[in-house]
């Protein structure tokens, strides 16, 4: 299959807003990229809040300091990870309106989006929820 084939690529549909949860879709986008897989990560619901310029929306945000302290990857370090890579980002539109968070709080890179985008873009993709 050739590389720009969509079977190959991942989409990761993150659910909602716990720091762990949206830590572990960068670790998921960041490594797939790495592999050459290209990656849609769609933020629905409290899960915006990893698309926003300040993540710290999230709960638990403050457990980035401990996850950096034990050696691994924080937060800001996987994100711009996934934009250097060339990462996709979508942020749901009703997960905007459901947080009260504007549309120009999020990254640049980011798209505002509804499912049914979504949904074509992740068409022929590995689909992961968390």
């Given amino acids: 299959m050739p590389a720009d084939d969509p079977r ?6 993150l659910l909602e807003g716990s720091y762990e949860r949206a830590h572990y879709a960068l670790v998921l986008a960041a490594g797939a990229l790495a592999v050459d897989r290209p990656v849609l990560l769609f933020a629905a ?3 915006v809040h ?12 403050g457990t980035d300091d401990t996850v950096q302290a034990s050696g ?29 968070l504007p549309a120009d709080a999020l990254l640049p890179q980011a798209v505002v989006a509804g499912v049914p985008a979504f949904l074509d873009a992740a068409r022929g993709r590995q689909v992961i929820s968390l």
């Fill in 50 to 61: 990893a698309l926003a310029r300040d993540w710290h929306g999230l709960r638990d945000a």
């Fill in 72 to 100: 691994v990857a924080g937060f800001d370090v996987l994100r711009d990870a996934v934009l250097a890579l060339d990462g996709t980002l979508m942020a749901c539109e009703s997960g905007l309106r459901l947080t009260g």
């Fill in 45 to 47: 619901g409290h899960g």
């Fill in 8 to 13: 190959q690529g991942l989409a990761i549909l």
